[in-house]
């Protein structure tokens, strides 16, 4: 079964404003990774939080973990038409197995 | 590094032919994995090796399927016979280690008609 899903399964905003995605998932975790993929492309890793860290920043990205509630969130600030993408979360550390499993992805469009 | 190359980019093959989708992970990455994305399942991870073994391969669906890695730098992913079901993009990644990044190929999109 999955472990991250996120929320919104689709967001579309107005390129400038700021774009926020959330995953929660089940189990206990090692760290939680966001990773953009592009139409018809591979997965790009994004930015990786581990369970002991709080927040993370990365450009315009900024990735909160908050454990206690099993969420992260991403947040893309000043958005821009090449941030449409899909985005997904994948998380490791599933009862000892160290494997990455994804959630199905929010689909991100910014309208210029 | 031109990174983590698969071939072929699109594969449409008829059902009960077999099918060979192959990987070069980024030179010095000791970890290779194989999922597979579709609109129903999302990403699944198939098998994933550690320095040309294979450690779990229990997302592998079925026995039609099968993974080998001969050499650091060469992995494939075989299916036989195809069946319609198993068409969907094919990833392979590689990465340094677990617990970080991966790098992941274009993908190769498999039709089986």
């Known amino acids: 079964s999955q472990q991250g899903e996120e929320d919104p399964q689709a967001l579309s905003i107005q390129e400038g404003e700021n774009a926020t995605m959330n995953c929660s998932y089940k189990?206990?975790?090692?760290?939680l990774q966001w990773y953009r993929q592009n139409s018809g492309r591979g997965l790009v890793h994004l930015i990786l939080i581990r369970s002991n860290e709080r927040e993370k920043h990365s450009g315009r990205l900024r990735v909160t973990l908050d454990t206690s509630k099993k969420s992260s969130s991403l947040l893309i600030t000043a958005s821009r038409a090449a941030d449409t993408a899909s985005y997904f979360c994948?998380?490791?550390?599933?009862?000892?197995?160290?494997?990455?499993?994804f959630g199905q992805g929010t689909r991100l469009t910014i309208n210029p | 590094d031109a990174g983590v190359i698969q071939s072929p980019r699109h594969e449409v093959t008829e059902m009960g032919q077999e099918v060979t989708l192959r990987c070069k992970p980024i030179?010095?990455?000791?970890?290779l994995f194989w999922y597979r994305q579709t609109m129903m399942r999302g990403l699944e991870l198939l098998i994933y090796f550690n320095n040309n073994v294979p450690i779990d391969d229990s997302g592998m669906p079925e026995d039609r399927f099968s993974a080998k890695m001969p050499n650091a730098s060469f992995s494939t992913l075989k299916i036989q016979p195809s069946e319609p079901r198993d068409s969907a993009v094919y990833f392979c990644a590689s990465s340094l280690s677990l617990g970080i990044g991966y790098t992941f190929g274009s993908g190769t999109r498999l039709t089986v008609v």
């Open positions: 994948a998380t490791d550390g599933i009862q000892g197995a160290q494997k990455l499993v």
């Open positions: 189990t206990s975790i090692n760290n």
């Open positions: 030179s010095g990455h000791d970890y």
